[in-house]
């Protein structure tokens, strides 16, 4: 069966130091990538996605950036953290088929950026 | 612009009573819905997806309606139990070559019992 895995579970960096959240999914192979944020009482949202291995699509303008060095990892990082990057972050992965495949969530990342 | 929309309101129903949940979207055409089911602290996990052609879906105590005309989906728990307090989330995909599918703010559920 398939997992998905990401780490750490909870971390708190202060403004202006660098993050790196990864992600490893199992049981898989070529799977569609994601990365989530969810900010305290709002909704997901997306922040990059990813068919293949070094192939990254960017939904929002940030300090953020992700990479995929291998199929089924995916890193989230940044160089430099805002107050504002403080939030939920959420790893998933779906199946490459293109219609109505679910997507499945790793365990959530809480970042508090202090 | 596109938007998905539940009510942002908790909703809360008496234990054994049925619970519905909305989800309106426009500038959508999506191939399918789908609902995830959100606890405090994890990630979302799938419950149902339902395609454009199909009109009704259930699974167990869950029900889902799409209604295109409308651009509107209905989920509905019946015989509500406390253990189906979480906030639920409708999902479109965005079309196009690739699945890119957009999360609702959700709605959270309370069952007193």
């Known amino acids: 069966s398939q997992t998905i895995h990401q780490w750490p579970a909870t971390l708190v960096q202060p403004v202006g130091s660098p993050l790196s959240l990864e992600c490893t999914v199992e049981g898989t192979s070529n799977p569609n990538l994601y990365w989530y944020r969810q900010a305290a009482g709002r909704g997901l949202q997306l922040l990059f996605y990813?068919?293949?291995?070094?192939?990254i699509s960017s939904e929002v303008p940030q300090n953020l950036s992700a990479s995929r060095p291998q199929d089924r990892q995916f890193i989230l990082s940044s160089k430099k953290l805002l107050l504002s990057d403080s939030g939920f972050y959420l790893c998933?992965?779906?199946?490459?088929?293109?219609?109505?495949?679910?997507?499945?969530f790793g365990e959530g990342s809480w970042l508090t950026v202090v | 612009s596109q938007k998905i929309e539940q009510n942002s309101e908790a909703l809360n129903i008496q234990e054994g009573k049925t619970a519905t949940l909305t989800c309106n979207y426009t500038n959508y055409s999506p191939a399918y819905l789908q609902w995830y089911r959100q606890d405090p602290g994890r990630g979302p996990v799938f419950l149902l997806l339902i395609r454009e052609n199909e009109k009704e879906k259930r699974k167990e105590r869950l029900k889902v309606t799409f209604d295109t005309t409308l651009k509107q989906s209905l989920f509905h728990i019946t015989a509500s139990q406390p253990a189906d307090s979480a906030t639920y989330l409708c999902?479109?995909?965005?079309?196009?070559?690739?699945?890119?599918?957009?999360f609702g703010t959700g709605t959270k559920l309370q069952v007193i019992p």
């Open positions: 990813s068919v293949g291995i070094g192939q």
């Open positions: 999902a479109l995909d965005n079309s196009g070559g690739y699945q890119k599918v957009t």
């Open positions: 998933a992965w779906s199946g490459q088929a293109f219609s109505g495949n679910t997507i499945y």
